[in-house]
């Protein structure tokens, strides 16, 4: 049963691929168990997927908690995208110990929002839910070219350089959405001043900007795309980023790892993640997952902490 608290979400993914085939939208099986437990730093419980055509249908968020649980993901941030799943993300936080929020409106939605001249109102409800004890960054936001072009760009900057400001108001993390736009994300970052805990979400860029990244003391948090055949850049990045800028997570339910690629994603599959990271910087599964959980920690503060101890 779906969380009936849950928002309306309109961003229910394609049922068909590009090539016309039926996707199968089954949840895959459990993968093997971590010995040592992480975070999935990164997701979106309240996005349905596996919907239809013969899917598993919608996930509650304390399915969804007890799946990642039983297999040694002992905790998630659940991110939001507008102003509606930004304060579902701080309600489901405030009430269930293994989750953390961030709020903030995704940089795609920043030019409708100022064509209707709602951008700022939007803004002030992401800094009023920023206040609260339970949300922990701000984010997603950032910039995103693929889907926006032209005068809306110049809505987006505003949008990403308001948020900076609400980060560091309240000495949050920053969660940065970067899609085709690298150069002016850091270009931003770099003008207006990045908060002290920056984590590049589904890092997309190559060995160039990991180094750029670790210069600059930014995190890196790698989604299921690190296990893409296709996604040899990706691994190179990998390969040079310092083990203690390294996060992990699913951006579930899209960017489900290999081998079930296309099929919903969730908290669950870290594990599939987190050992092909393993493989490819040629460390023990364990070893890693212990550095990602403490560099999760260092980023968000302990899910069982309150605010005055994640600061100390």
């Given amino acids: 049963m779906s969380d009936p608290n849950a928002p309306d979400e309109s961003h229910v ?66 991110v939001g995208t507008d102003l509606e799943t930004s304060r579902w993300s701080a309600e489901i936080a405030a009430r269930e110990p293994r989750v953390l929020a961030a709020v903030a409106l995704h940089p795609n939605e920043a030019p409708e929002l100022e064509e209707r001249g709602l951008l700022d109102d939007h803004l002030a409800g992401i800094a009023e839910l920023a206040a609260l004890p339970r949300v922990r960054a701000i984010g997603e936001t950032g910039l995103d070219y693929f889907r926006t072009e032209g005068p809306g760009r110049a809505a987006q900057i505003r949008s990403f350089e308001a948020h900076i400001a609400i980060a560091k108001t309240h000495g949050l993390a920053l969660t940065i959405h970067d899609r085709d736009a690298h150069e002016d994300v850091i270009a931003t970052l ?115 902490a309150d605010p005055v101890t994640v600061t100390e």
């Fill in 190 to 304: 770099d003008r207006v001043g990045a908060p002290e805990k920056t984590v590049f979400h589904c890092f997309s860029g190559d060995a160039d900007l990991a180094r750029l990244c670790a210069e600059r003391g930014w995190y890196m948090s790698f989604a299921g795309t690190v296990t893409f055949k296709n996604a040899q850049s990706l691994r190179d990045a990998l390969e040079v980023a310092p083990r203690h800028l390294i996060l992990i997570e699913t951006d579930a339910p899209f960017l489900t790892p290999t081998p079930y690629r296309g099929r919903p994603n969730a908290p669950y599959l870290i594990p599939l993640t987190l050992r092909s990271m393993a493989e490819t910087i040629g460390t023990d599964p364990s070893m890693l997952a212990a550095q990602i959980s403490s560099n999760t920690e260092l980023v968000y503060g302990r899910w069982d």
């Fill in 13 to 78: 993914r394609a049922r068909r691929d590009q090539g016309g085939q039926r996707r199968d939208l089954t949840y895959p099986p459990l993968p093997q168990a971590l010995v040592v437990p992480v975070y999935d730093n990164h997701t979106h419980m309240e996005i349905a997927d596996g919907v239809g055509d013969g899917g598993d249908g919608p996930l509650d968020y304390r399915e969804h908690l007890d799946r990642a649980s039983s297999v040694g993901v002992r905790g998630v941030v659940q």
